[in-house]
């Protein structure tokens, strides 16, 4: 069946980089795009980027132009998103979605 999972998140401070993956499995990986969201506490699900099948399109919610960058490992099965310069309001819990979703992983920003 179809697995995603997330990790690499963490608490990192203002200002600092995380690097998430998400490994696939169960499904023919190459094929899909591939997005991430995040849902911080109280608020609804939202898109932060996403990433064409072959690797070769990328976009992103204007919150992580410039600071986020996705990408992709179609031989690794696995779709990552590299975040820069992080913000208190980056603190999310983190899900990676293709024909499924992820458990998700905690990212939490602070000083």
């Known amino acids: 069946q179809v697995q995603l999972v997330e990790s690499g998140g963490g608490l990192v401070q203002p200002g600092g980089s995380l690097t998430l993956s998400c490994a696939a499995s169960g499904f023919a990986f190459s094929i899909y795009a591939m997005n991430w969201y995040r849902q911080a506490p109280g608020k609804e699900r939202e898109w932060v980027a996403g990433?064409?099948?072959?690797?070769?399109?990328?976009s992103y919610t204007n919150s992580a132009k410039g600071r986020f960058t996705v990408s992709r490992d179609n031989a690794k099965n696995t779709v990552y998103l590299q975040m820069n310069s992080l913000k208190p309001e980056d603190t999310a819990v983190y899900y990676c979605k293709g024909p499924g979703w992820g458990q998700g992983t905690q990212v939490t920003v602070s000083s």
């Open positions: 990433i064409s099948s072959e690797g070769g399109t990328t």
